[in-house]
T-cell receptor
Framework: GENVEQHPSTLSVQEGDSAVIKCTYSDSASNYFPWYKQELGKGPQLIIDIRSNVGEKKDQRIAVTLNKTAKHFSLHITETQPEDSAVYFCAASTGYSTLTFGKGTMLLVSP | GAVVSQHPSRVICKSGTSVKIECRSLDFQATTMFWYRQFPKQSLMLMATSNEGSKATYEQGVEKDKFLINHASLTLSTLTVTSAHPEDSSFYIC???????????FGSGTRLTVV
């Protein structure tokens, strides 16, 4: 089955800095890669996703890049703000099937 | 966008009793619903996958007689934790396939505490 590795487990940055979280996956058939933000006591919220036919996608301060050959994808957050502090999960699926999640990254943005 | 309403958000029950968690898709038909369990500071662990009108498929190690899943309609799926024990205390989250471009929508989660 699919295996998703996520690094780092904790990331501390100063407000205004950029943050990068990286994930690798094992199943070459995976073609959908979402990123979720989870705040304490809440369900995951989709912040951005990318499909295997695209190498990069950007939405304001958030971007995701995908390298299918190397089987890794990354989340980039620029101009971080304290409200970006949360746990971020990457995931992978083959489409219309179960999502396999990484173990999560706790992002702490200090004012 | 697609919304999944999950209730209750928090529940405390006595050991030995049963608890039902509901997830409703408000503006779309959820043919497939996923149920996850999440322990503190850990990732989401898939418990089971349910398709409307069919029996749920449980992941290895998940007791189907303890975690009863019903997906009788396209807008409602329920998870019942039977004869709950303190070790069942956890955060339970549902997720539905929206049917549009691989979209998955998550509920807000249910914090179950068994005392």
């Amino acid at each position: 089955g699919e295996n998703v590795e996520q690094h780092p487990s904790t990331l501390s940055v100063q407000e205004g800095d950029s943050a990068v979280i990286k994930c690798t996956y094992s199943d070459s058939a995976s073609n959908y890669f979402p990123w979720y933000k989870q705040e304490l006591g809440k369900g995951p919220q989709l912040i951005i996703d990318i499909r295997s036919n695209v190498g990069e996608k950007k939405d304001q301060r958030i971007a995701v890049t995908l390298n299918k050959t190397a089987k890794h994808f990354s989340l980039h957050i620029t101009e971080t703000q304290p409200e970006d502090s949360a746990v971020y999960f990457c995931a992978a699926s083959t489409g219309y099937s179960t999502l396999t999640f990484g173990k999560g990254t706790m992002l702490l943005v200090s004012p | 966008g697609a919304v999944v309403s999950q209730h209750p958000s928090r529940v405390i029950c006595k050991s030995g009793t049963s608890v039902k968690i509901e997830c409703r898709s408000l503006d779309f038909q959820a043919t497939t619903m996923f149920w996850y369990r999440q322990f503190p500071k850990q990732s989401l662990m898939l418990m089971a996958t349910s398709n409307e009108g069919s029996k749920a498929t449980y992941e290895q190690g998940v007791e189907k007689d303890k975690f009863l899943i019903n997906h009788a309609s396209l807008t409602l799926s329920t998870l019942t934790v039977t004869s709950a024990h303190p070790e069942d205390s956890s955060f339970y989250i549902c997720s539905a396939l929206t049917g549009v471009s691989y979209g998955y929508t998550f509920g807000s989660g249910t914090r179950l505490t068994v005392v």
